[in-house]
C-alpha cells in the first residue's frame, strides 16, 4: 500500500503508523456520558469496504492524515491532513 | 462408521471401498431450536456440545461458505495453555484438558502433538515477566518451567543465543503445549454434530436477523428464511457485518494475519518456539513443511492476504532467531481476518436481543479456544448460565471498565493488540 500524503507525496505504507477509525476526531466532551465514550473508545462501524481512518506520518512530515481506503481491496482514494477533513 | 487402526488396515487391503461422507448434506428445515451462524471452529464445537452435553439436538450450523474454509482452516495451529490472568486462565486450561481428550471423544484424529511451547526472553524484565506467567500457569494447575540459556539450549541448539540486538536468555517452556492438525479439528467436531443430528448447512449465508418484540425469531439466508428459538453469532473476522443485522455495534476490529509454509524438510524443529521481541513462531509440520508466522499487518483488513511488509518483517525476525531456515523456501504464504477486541481477550455473552447470543474477538488466538469456546458456549446458549470457566468475557466490561482481561498490558485500545 502506497498511501499519498498531501505534503510529502506518494509514501509506502512501512512509513506510516495506523491509528483507526477516523471515529477517533470526534472526540466527546467530558461530561457526554458513557454511551458516547463507549462509542469513541471501542464501538466501531468496522465495515468491509470504504472506510475512513486517521494514519499518522511517522517517518515523514509528521502530520496526521485522514486517509479514505477500501478494506477488501487495499485500494487506497485519498488522503488530506486531519486538521483540515470534516469530522 | 468408527475410525480404529483396524479399520485403517482393512481398508488399505481392500482397495479403500468401504469409507464413508463424514456428514450429511441436508436441506435447511424452515425452523430449528438452535441456529449456529458460522462454520468455523467454534461454530461447530458449539453445535458439537448443544447436542453432546445438553441434548439439544435440533441445530443447524449455518456456512456462507465451505465447512473449515475461514480462520480454522488458516492458521498455525498452536495449542497452549500459558495465559497469565484471572479469566483466561481458568479458560484456556479448560480448553487444554479438553484438547487432551479430543481424539477419543471424537474418534477422531486431530493429530493433537503436545510437543511443548517455548517462548523466549531477552532480557532480564523480560525473564520477570515470564517468571510471573508461569507461577501463574503453575497455580492454574497448567505446567511451566522457567529455562536458563543452557536451558534452551539444550532444547534448541540452533539459535543464534548471541544475538545483538536480542540475545537468548533464556525461556518459558510449557511441556503440555504443542500443535493439531487445524483442518481435522473442524471435520472431528463437524461429524461429531451430524451424527447427533445436528444439520451442517453450507453455502448458506446469513443476510439478515428477524428479531420481534427485543426477541430473536429466525434468520433470512441465501437458502430462504430459518426461524430458530435461539440464535448463535460465531463468524470470528465477519461479527461486525453480522452483528449489524441486529443492529449491534461491536468493540471489535477485523484485521489480517499472515502465515507461511516451506517446503517439507526433515525433522528439525522439534517444538514450538515463540520469538515475541521480533514478532515470529514457528512450528515444523508432521509433513515436514516449517510453519510460520508473525504479528497482524496493523491496519483494518478483509483482505484474505496480506501485504509485503509484514511479509518482510517476519523473514527477517526469522533469520534473526535461527539463521538457519535461511535456504528453506517459501511455498505458500495466506492470511486470515482476525477478529480483534480492544483488550485482545475474546467474548462470549448474551445480547441485548433476547435469545440472541454473541460469540467473537478470538484475536490470533482462537484456535486453541475451539473446544473451550463450543463447550462454555454451548452452556450458556442451552443454561442461560455463563460456564465457570468462561465467566470474564462479558461484551460490557468495555463500556463499564470493569473486568477488562488485557493480557499484554498495553491498554485496552484498538490499535494495540
Ligand atoms: C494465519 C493465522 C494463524 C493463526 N494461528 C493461530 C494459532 O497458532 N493458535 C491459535 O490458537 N489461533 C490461531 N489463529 C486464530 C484462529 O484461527 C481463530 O481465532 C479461530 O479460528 C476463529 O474462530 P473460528 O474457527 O470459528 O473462525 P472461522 O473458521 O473463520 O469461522 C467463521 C465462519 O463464519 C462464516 N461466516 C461469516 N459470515 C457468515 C454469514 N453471514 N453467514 C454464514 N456464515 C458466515 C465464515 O465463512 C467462517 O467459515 C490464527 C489465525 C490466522 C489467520
Ligand atoms: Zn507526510
Same mark, same amino acid.
Given at each position: 500500500?502506497?498511501?499519498?500524503?498531501?505534503?510529502?507525496?506518494?509514501?509506502?505504507?512501512?512509513?506510516?503508523?495506523?491509528?483507526?477509525?477516523?471515529?477517533?476526531?470526534?472526540?466527546?466532551?467530558?461530561?457526554?456520558?458513557?454511551?458516547?465514550?463507549?462509542?469513541?473508545?471501542?464501538?466501531?462501524?468496522?465495515?468491509?469496504?470504504?472506510?475512513?481512518?486517521?494514519?499518522?506520518?511517522?517517518?515523514?512530515c509528521?502530520a496526521?492524515?485522514?486517509?479514505?481506503?477500501?478494506?477488501?481491496?487495499?485500494?487506497?482514494?485519498?488522503?488530506?491532513?486531519?486538521g483540515?477533513?470534516?469530522? | 462408521?468408527?475410525?480404529?487402526?483396524?479399520?485403517?488396515?482393512?481398508?488399505?487391503?481392500t482397495g479403500?471401498?468401504?469409507?464413508?461422507?463424514?456428514w450429511?448434506?441436508?436441506?435447511?428445515?424452515?425452523?430449528?431450536?438452535?441456529?449456529?451462524?458460522?462454520?468455523?471452529? *467454534?461454530?461447530?464445537s458449539?453445535?458439537?456440545?448443544?447436542?453432546?452435553?445438553?441434548?439439544?439436538?435440533?441445530? $443447524?450450523?449455518?456456512?456462507?461458505?465451505?465447512?473449515?474454509?475461514?480462520?480454522?482452516?488458516?492458521?498455525?495451529?498452536?495449542?497452549?495453555?500459558?495465559?497469565?490472568?484471572?479469566?483466561?486462565?481458568?479458560?484456556?486450561?479448560?480448553?487444554?484438558?479438553l484438547?487432551?481428550?479430543?481424539?477419543?471423544?471424537?474418534?477422531?484424529?486431530?493429530?493433537?502433538?503436545?510437543?511443548?511451547?517455548?517462548?523466549?526472553?531477552?532480557?532480564?524484565?523480560?525473564?520477570?515477566?515470564?517468571a510471573?506467567?508461569?507461577?501463574?500457569?503453575?497455580?492454574?494447575?497448567?505446567?511451566?518451567?522457567?529455562?536458563?540459556?543452557?536451558?534452551? #539450549?539444550?532444547?534448541?541448539?540452533?539459535?543464534?543465543?548471541d544475538?545483538?540486538?536480542?540475545?537468548?536468555?533464556?525461556?518459558?517452556?510449557?511441556?503440555?503445549?504443542?500443535?493439531?492438525?487445524?483442518?481435522?479439528?473442524a471435520?472431528?467436531?463437524?461429524?461429531?454434530?451430524?451424527?447427533?443430528?445436528?444439520?451442517?448447512?453450507?453455502n448458506?449465508?446469513?443476510t439478515?436477523?428477524?428479531?420481534?418484540?427485543?426477541?430473536?425469531?429466525?434468520?433470512?439466508?441465501?437458502?430462504? $428464511?430459518?426461524?430458530?428459538?435461539?440464535?448463535?453469532i460465531?463468524?470470528?473476522? #465477519?461479527?461486525?457485518?453480522?452483528?449489524?443485522?441486529?443492529?449491534?455495534?461491536?468493540?471489535?476490529?477485523?484485521?489480517v494475519?499472515? $502465515?507461511?509454509?516451506?517446503?517439507?524438510?526433515?525433522?528439525v524443529?522439534?517444538?514450538?518456539v515463540?520469538?515475541?521481541?521480533?514478532?515470529?513462531y514457528?512450528?515444523?509440520?508432521?509433513?515436514?513443511?516449517l510453519?510460520?508466522?508473525?504479528?497482524?499487518?496493523?491496519?483494518?483488513?478483509y483482505?484474505?492476504?496480506?501485504?509485503?511488509?509484514?511479509?518482510? *518483517?517476519?523473514?527477517?525476525?526469522g533469520?534473526?532467531l535461527?539463521?538457519?531456515?535461511?535456504?528453506?523456501?517459501?511455498?505458500?504464504?495466506w492470511?486470515?481476518?482476525?477478529?480483534?477486541?480492544?483488550?485482545?481477550?475474546?467474548?462470549?455473552?448474551?445480547?441485548?436481543?433476547?435469545?440472541?447470543?454473541?460469540?467473537?474477538?478470538?484475536?490470533?488466538?482462537?484456535?486453541? !479456544?475451539?473446544? !473451550?469456546?463450543? *463447550?462454555?458456549?454451548?452452556?450458556?446458549?442451552?443454561?442461560?448460565?455463563?460456564?465457570?470457566?468462561?465467566?470474564?468475557?462479558?461484551?460490557?466490561?468495555?463500556?463499564?471498565?470493569?473486568?477488562?482481561?488485557?493480557?499484554?498490558?498495553?491498554?485496552?485500545q484498538h490499535?494495540?493488540?
Amino acid at each position: 500500500m502506497r498511501i499519498p500524503c498531501p505534503i510529502c507525496g506518494e509514501r509506502d505504507r512501512r512509513e506510516f503508523y495506523y491509528k483507526g477509525a477516523a471515529v477517533a476526531l470526534d472526540r466527546p466532551g467530558p461530561d457526554a456520558g458513557e454511551a458516547a465514550w463507549d462509542a469513541y473508545v471501542y464501538l466501531r462501524e468496522n465495515p468491509a469496504g470504504r472506510t475512513r481512518e486517521l494514519w499518522y506520518h511517522e517517518g515523514g512530515c509528521g502530520a496526521w492524515l485522514v486517509v479514505t481506503r477500501d478494506t477488501v481491496s487495499h485500494e487506497i482514494f485519498g488522503a488530506e491532513l486531519a486538521g483540515e477533513a470534516d469530522v | 462408521m468408527r475410525f480404529s487402526g483396524l479399520r485403517v488396515l482393512w481398508e488399505g487391503l481392500t482397495g479403500n471401498r468401504g469409507w464413508e461422507p463424514h456428514w450429511r448434506d441436508p436441506a435447511p428445515k424452515s425452523e430449528y431450536d438452535v441456529v449456529i451462524i458460522g462454520g468455523g471452529g *467454534h461454530g461447530l464445537s458449539t453445535a458439537y456440545y448443544l447436542a453432546r452435553e445438553h441434548g439439544i439436538t435440533n441445530v $443447524a450450523v449455518l456456512e456462507k461458505g465451505y465447512l473449515g474454509g475461514g480462520n480454522v482452516g488458516r492458521n498455525t495451529t498452536i495449542v497452549r495453555a500459558n495465559y497469565g490472568l484471572p479469566g483466561n486462565s481458568e479458560f484456556y486450561s479448560h480448553s487444554l484438558k479438553l484438547w487432551e481428550g479430543l481424539e477419543q471423544e471424537l474418534n477422531y484424529n486431530v493429530m493433537m502433538s503436545q510437543r511443548g511451547v517455548l517462548n523466549l526472553f531477552h532480557s532480564d524484565g523480560q525473564r520477570d515477566a515470564f517468571a510471573r506467567r508461569g507461577n501463574a500457569m503453575v497455580n492454574q494447575g497448567d505446567d511451566a518451567i522457567l529455562l536458563d540459556r543452557e536451558g534452551v #539450549r539444550r532444547l534448541v541448539p540452533y539459535l543464534d543465543f548471541d544475538n545483538a540486538r536480542f540475545p537468548v536468555h533464556g525461556g518459558l517452556f510449557h511441556p503440555r503445549g504443542g500443535t493439531a492438525r487445524h483442518d481435522a479439528v473442524a471435520w472431528g467436531y463437524a461429524r461429531g454434530a451430524d451424527r447427533r443430528g445436528v444439520d451442517l448447512i453450507q453455502n448458506c449465508e446469513v443476510t439478515g436477523i428477524d428479531i420481534e418484540n427485543g426477541r430473536v425469531r429466525g434468520v433470512q439466508t441465501t437458502r430462504g $428464511a430459518i426461524r430458530a428459538g435461539k440464535v448463535g453469532i460465531v463468524v470470528a473476522g #465477519r461479527s461486525s457485518q453480522v452483528a449489524a443485522m441486529a443492529g449491534m455495534r461491536l468493540p471489535i476490529e477485523s484485521h489480517v494475519l499472515q $502465515a507461511f509454509v516451506t517446503e517439507g524438510l526433515k525433522p528439525v524443529i522439534d517444538h514450538v518456539v515463540t520469538f515475541g521481541m521480533g514478532h515470529f513462531y514457528i512450528s515444523q509440520s508432521d509433513k515436514g513443511g516449517l510453519v510460520f508466522g508473525g504479528d497482524i499487518d496493523m491496519y483494518a483488513s478483509y483482505a484474505a492476504r496480506g501485504n509485503l511488509p509484514a511479509v518482510e *518483517h517476519v523473514m527477517e525476525a526469522g533469520m534473526t532467531l535461527m539463521p538457519m531456515i535461511g535456504k528453506a523456501r517459501v511455498l505458500r504464504s495466506w492470511g486470515g481476518i482476525m477478529d480483534m477486541s480492544p483488550d485482545g481477550s475474546p467474548i462470549i455473552d448474551r445480547t441485548d436481543v433476547e435469545g440472541l447470543y454473541l460469540n467473537c474477538g478470538w484475536n490470533y488466538g482462537g484456535f486453541k !479456544a475451539v473446544p !473451550a469456546s463450543g *463447550h462454555c458456549f454451548a452452556h450458556l446458549m442451552a443454561t442461560d448460565r455463563y460456564h465457570e470457566a468462561a465467566t470474564g468475557f462479558r461484551l460490557d466490561r468495555f463500556r463499564t471498565g470493569y473486568g477488562i482481561i488485557d493480557e499484554e498490558g498495553t491498554g485496552a485500545q484498538h490499535n494495540l493488540h
